[in-house]
């Protein structure tokens, strides 16, 4: 919490097992394979982006309701859901996104409390070369400031199956992959629960597949309440359309 409230980010090394992210990387290869690139600058031309990412595999429903995820976000965001979790495969040649921060497709003046904590989930080596995420530490405690070309960046690098934490409100980009290979993460995107979802999880994964899912997992994709009442369906609580 320390190094989230100074840098705005943090890394730890070591959260997949190197079994974990083989199963994970041929899993999403199956899907990527139906896939098309970007269409435009922020997606990414050479990009390609897993979206209702709950709806085609079942190997982040454990890295998404991790204990250490969680508590994390509990004590930055309180009540919360997952917004826009992604699978992103940045391909050769691509270059770097424009950097940005999470929260701001929301238009809510800054600064405000913490709306946004994104959990990346490498499962290829990020490397500078290969478009690791571009981060401006310490942007988070800007205000309404923007990045200019005294700001510095710094790549994210770290081995496959590591975690990136890091707050909405810190500047940050994929960055440009010069090498011939693609480099394949998974971002966990969390809001606030009164906030909309970036994507509709409800409409996104069948209702079918959610009833099989953990608990809380359940709870994140928004088969919950924000209190008071927030998210309620005919009156009562959400979890009753899967049959609780």
Avoid: C
């Amino acid at each position: 919490m320390d190094a989230l409230g100074r840098d705005g980010y943090l890394i730890v090394k070591d959260m997949l097992s190197p079994q974990e992210v083989a199963r994970a990387k041929a899993e999403l290869a199956e899907v990527l394979a139906g896939i098309p690139y970007g269409r435009n600058d922020f997606e990414g031309h050479a990009t390609r982006r897993i979206y209702a990412i709950f709806a085609k595999t079942r190997l982040f429903d454990g890295p998404a309701t991790h204990p250490l995820v969680l508590a994390v976000l509990d004590q930055l965001l309180g009540h919360y859901q997952l917004s826009a979790p992604t699978g992103i495969e940045i391909g050769p040649g691509e270059s770097a996104q424009p950097l940005h921060p999470d929260d701001g497709i929301y238009p809510i003046p800054r600064p405000h409390a913490e709306l946004v904590v994104n959990v990346m989930w490498p499962l290829d080596d990020f490397t500078e070369a290969n478009g690791a995420t571009r981060i401006v530490p310490g942007s988070h405690r800007w205000g309404d400031r923007v990045p200019g070309e005294q700001d510095a960046t710094v790549s994210a690098e770290m081995p496959a199956g590591s975690m990136l934490i890091y707050r909405g409100s810190l500047w940050h980009g994929g960055g440009a992959n010069d090498t011939d290979r693609p480099r394949l993460g998974v971002i966990m995107h969390y809001a606030v629960s009164w906030l909309r979802q970036q994507e509709s999880h409800l409409l996104a994964v069948p209702r079918e597949i959610a009833r099989e899912l953990p608990r809380r997992l359940q709870e994140l994709l928004g088969y919950n309440i924000a209190p008071p009442f927030i998210g309620y369906v005919d009156g009562r609580h959400p979890r009753r359309v899967l049959g609780y």
